[in-house]
């Protein structure tokens, strides 16, 4: 499992490159990929050739995770600014996060509390947000980082009894699963299968159309870390998922009704194996999925999820028995005819 | 023409379910094309072959899904949460049948919806301003296990109503986008021998976001695209005074919408067949909204694309009502374009 290492990792959309550079090592040390490809964008793609070559299926995570980016340098030093990706900036006060190709250390401040009343009443917007490198003035500061500098949320990884604890599971946690499921592979997949680590997913789904240039796949498997709303202050109806509770499914998401028929197949496939899954409860939120669906000839898709608690933010919360249950899914999934084949009825 | 129009708006299709629409379509039109097929996604499309030397590629579009909600949760005495599947007020809501085929009997299960309230406070609070949040649907179930029988989280349903003809309007569920179907099936029907080759696509997936048409464009490579789509209306009380659209005025030649602008070729064949042949038409700028002409135009190298509207009242409500007159001038107006 390569999670430790991949959400310790930086990249924010658009930066991807050191993400990249290191499953690149992990795929070329597996010696189980046929070639590998990367386009202008900056998308890598690993194929893989399978017993039946007249099928294609496309695996797809994105390696990137939110982020700020530095928008303008103030007068005292501090940094301004903005999300890059969705970012709640109520989540980022007190927060360290790491500036630029340097790394350099930055917190994000706030006022102490003895020095508010009600000041912690207000909610926080983007015109409240700064980042303290502990520069004393602009100059100082512009000597370390410049504008359009990435900032990235600073959390190493953790795990305790059937934890884990780290940032940017959305989508390390899909970049890791396909790691594992290409290593563990002892035979040829059912059919050719396209593993692609896609990018600039977070900012607007605008890496992963450009797969479908380069290959023709029939179907899309795309894998996800996702929300799981599960707290206990919540109505238990609209939860999005709950810890422990295995893989979950999209049946519906922002902009696009998962195919019908890889959704029923990736079920019966769940049933076979005897992995416990559930339904994704709330319908928000988009994936590349939905590119892949209106892009070109129109590639349909179904999502595979770990639920994650607090994703988007500094640190998320995941379930081990979640993620290998995850990676069951998905190497039967690869492994059988299940899934293509569900298109052909 | 109405019965064909009441047999399609019958079928019950939310986003990502249009079989049943495709499947009483290609009834509707056997012996009446030269062929269809599925593509990847699902669109149907279906044509018939120009006898011109060099035959010009039309594309007539009207999307197959209407909005819908799905069931998200299901508690322990039976009762559902729902999501809704497009643009789906929650307002319209209340008081509204739904309907979902069941898991067991393959028969319509009809689902009644109320919202949460544990005070006069909270009723009132829900009732003026409901949201997903609080409200639930009765299937009549007892149980879980018994409304597990017929429904489980994910499933897709559509509202239920009646289809009402009355004083030259029609009134149903989902003329958003059936009428644009049987447009275009009507048009084939009445179609002989085409010079030009004649593409019907009946898309999936337009209420949730456009996902239908920028692959049917990209198959098909035409050299004009026109989605059929209804659109809204001004004239009611106190409707919309920044715009002019009246039922019974003749198909609405789309300018613009929040989504696109209609291409100029477009707008001029259609205006132009409206005008030689006496059919009436009426211009329309909506100042909201998007139709399936924006998938056609950001596709391939871009497509001229562009939208001929049904002018309907009280759209993505449980009834939505057009002048069976504009339905009628449509038809007539697209044969006089493919033509």
Redesign the interface.
Known sequence: MYLKILSELYGASGNEEAVKKYIREIVKKTGKIDYIKEDHLGNLMCFKKGKNQKKTLVLMAHMDEVGLMVSKIEEDGKLNVLPVGGVDPRVLLGKRVVVGEKKINGIIPFKAIHLQKKDYKKVPDWNDIRVDIGAKDKKEAEARVCIGDYCHFYTSFEEYENRYIGKAFDDRAGCSIMLDVLESMTELPAYNVIFAFVVQEENGLCGSGAVLKHFHP?AALILEGTTAGDNPEL????WSTHLDNGPA?N??Q???????RL?NAIIRTAEDIKVPYQ?K???VGGTDA?RL????????GAVVNVPARYIHSPVSVMSKSDYHHTLELVKALVMTENYLEALEV | MKELIRKLVDVSSPSGHEKGVHQAILKELEGHIDGYRYDNIGNLIVWKTGVAEKPKKYLLDGHADEIGVVITHIDEKGFLRIDPVGGVNPLMLLGTTLQFESKETHEMIKGICSYESETFEDAKKNLQNPNYDVLFVDIGASSKEEALRHVHVGHFGTYESPFIDQNGKLISKSMDDRIACAIIVQLFKELGKVPNDVYGVFSVQEEVGIVGASVAGYDIMPDMAIAIDVTANSDTPKGFKRMDLCLGNGPAIKIKDKASISDGLVVDTLTNCAKENGIPYQYEVLLFGGTNAHGYQLTRSGIPSGTLSIVTRYVHSPHEMVDMNDVLNAVKLLKKVVE
């Open positions: 029939d109505k238990k109806e609209r499914i049946y519906l922002s902009m696009y009704v998962i195919d019908r959704f339904m409860g709330r319908t939905g669906a209106r892009s070109f000839y129109g590639v349909p």
